[in-house]
């Protein structure tokens, strides 16, 4: 479940870690054929009319080093503003 997923459920569903790793035995591979589905590059990430923002944004769950959605996202941003934003703290993070 992604970021996207957990906004535009106002949090009823909330995004999980990602993490790729290699066998830890030799001669096994590890193949995978990954689908990603996004939502339209204008579309509003807003939270349902119904629900709150903050509860929405939350990220209790999440390792330590993600930076949080609260500080990448907020109520009023389209895709495409939440994905550079998401890409800059990615980006930072690394670079500090």
């Known amino acids: 479940i992604g970021e996207s997923s957990q906004i535009l459920t106002g949090g009823i569903l909330q995004a999980t870690p990602h ?3 290699g066998p830890q ?3 096994v ?3 995978t054929l990954a689908v990603f589905m996004s939502v339209e590059h204008d579309e509003p ?3 349902p009319d119904t629900m709150d923002p903050h509860a929405a944004g939350q990220t209790t769950h999440l390792p330590a080093g993600v930076p949080s959605l609260l500080s990448r996202w907020n109520n009023s941003m ?3 503003e939440f994905t550079a934003q998401t890409h800059k703290a ?3 993070l690394q670079h500090q």
């Open 19 to 21: 993490a790729v790793r």
């Open 25 to 27: 035995v030799t001669g």
């Open 29 to 31: 591979n590890r193949e």
């Open 45 to 47: 990430m807003r939270v």
């Open 78 to 80: 389209l895709f495409h």
């Open 90 to 92: 990615y980006y930072d």
